[in-house]
């Protein structure tokens, strides 16, 4: 049953693969066993020449690394000071921050592209894109928890010796939760890698614009007047997910201890 169920879930991605490397496109059940004479690199090639695949990547890879970045500072910062530090108002707080998971973010697109391209004046850069998503609560809702599985006494011992509370951060706190760090980079990763419409809506720029946003236009605008737009749309998917999958291959055994280890500290 998990050999079938394998096959289910990656049979799309080994399709998508084949259907990059075909010269003639073939969208039959046939063509997923193409003629090796018929593969070849033209589709990259292709697409390559219309958006930029390099620097899609790297637009891409600066949102998505921007993104993590804020995500992990902000996330350890208010995770600590929730589960840790006491002052006035901190369940209202924490309340506040689990409401905000049910807001969709589509009903603040408006408002955040006003505020952010009007009053910021940010539009058509890099820190317009980041700044709706710096804040992740189930970060912060992660880390909060990890950090309230820490012994308590540690921290008023270092209280004791004088420790300030970022210091106590640093140099205790942090180095105990770095399976949560872990995690919270593998899961927030792919949410900004794959954003579409905030992206699109705040860059006008093609040369800002991440790689989904520039396959997106491909389709729109470009794909109609090539050869194979078929087989150019299924590479540029190849090349959106590659970095993506090798990031949760390589990481795959420390994200599945973690997951694990979470579940039973739990």
């Known amino acids: 049953m998990l050999a079938v169920g394998a096959f289910v879930f990656l049979f799309p991605f080994y399709y998508m693969l084949i259907g990059s490397l075909q010269a003639s496109p073939d969208t039959s059940v046939a063509g997923a066993f193409p003629n090796p004479a018929n593969l070849s690199l033209e589709n990259y090639t292709e697409i390559n020449d219309r958006i930029s695949l390099l620097i899609g990547l790297m637009n891409s890879g ?3 690394g921007g993104v993590i970045l804020c995500t992990v500072v902000f996330g350890l910062l ?3 000071a929730l589960a840790q530090m006491q002052f006035r108002g901190r369940g209202v707080v924490f309340g506040m921050m689990l409401l905000v998971q049910m807001i969709p973010f589509q009903l603040l697109l408006i408002p955040l592209y006003v505020m952010i391209a009007r009053d910021y004046g940010l539009a058509d850069s890099y820190l317009g894109m980041i700044l709706p998503f710096a804040i992740n609560s189930t970060a912060v ?8 599985q820490l012994p308590a006494s540690l921290f ?4 004791i010796d004088g420790a300030s509370e970022l210091r106590i951060l640093w140099q205790i706190a942090i180095p105990l939760v ?3 760090i872990v995690t919270a980079i593998l899961l927030t990763f792919i949410g900004p890698w794959n954003e579409f419409l905030w992206p699109f809506l705040i860059t006008k720029d093609a040369a800002l614009q991440p790689l989904a946003v520039s396959l997106a236009n491909y389709i729109s605008n470009i794909a ?3 050869s194979n737009p078929f087989g150019a749309i299924l590479a540029g998917a190849c090349v959106l997910a590659a970095p993506a999958i090798a990031l949760f291959i390589f990481f795959q055994r420390q994200f599945i201890s973690n997951n694990l280890g979470s579940s039973v500290k739990g």
């Open 62 to 64: 600066i949102f998505t």
């Open 78 to 80: 208010v995770g600590y």
């Open 141 to 148: 809702f992660v880390f909060r928890q990890y950090f309230l």
């Open 156 to 159: 008023e011992a270092a209280r």
């Open 178 to 180: 770095r399976p949560a």
């Open 224 to 226: 109609a007047t090539a």
